[in-house]
């Protein structure tokens, strides 16, 4: 089966899902894992709920935490390093076009 909230797979019975936390029972929607082929939309919306779960269980989780600041970081840096490197290759060119000029005269 699977659960109504966050379309996770069951395979035990249970009260309570294991990915989420979502109250299953007499009450509770799930679907059963073989009903046959999932349409795209529900398929969509499933991929789109167990990443969403990923991401919950991940940003639980205080080492997950600080690798993810750290990739933040490095992409932060990775975007301005090339701007910045440019930047400094056109002024210390440019320094140097103009050192030549002055030395010539």
Same mark, same amino acid.
């Given at each position: 089966?699977r659960?109504? %909230?966050? @379309?996770? %797979?069951? %395979?035990?019975? *249970?009260s #309570?899902c294991p990915?989420? +936390?979502?109250?299953?029972?007499? +009450?509770?929607r799930?679907r *059963?894992a *073989? ?6 939309r529900?398929? #969509? *919306? %499933?991929? !789109? ?5 990923? +991401?919950? @269980?991940?940003? +639980?989780?205080?080492m997950?935490r600080?690798?993810?600041a750290?990739? !933040?970081?490095? !992409?932060?840096a990775?975007? /301005?390093?090339?701007a910045v490197?440019?930047g400094?290759g056109?002024l210390?060119?440019?320094? /140097?076009?103009a =050192?030549?000029? =002055?030395?010539k @005269?």
């Open positions: 089966m659960c109504a %909230e966050c @379309r996770g %797979e069951i %395979e035990k019975p *249970s #309570f990915h989420c +936390g979502a109250k299953l029972g007499a +009450g509770a799930t *059963s *073989s009903l046959g082929p999932v349409p795209a529900e398929a #969509f *919306s %499933e991929a !789109a709920s167990d990443l969403m779960g990923t +991401g919950r @269980r991940i940003a +639980g989780n205080d997950a600080k690798v993810g750290g990739a !933040a970081i490095g !992409a932060v990775g975007a /301005i390093i090339p490197s440019i400094l056109a210390v060119g440019g320094g /140097i076009v =050192w030549q000029q =002055w030395k @005269r």
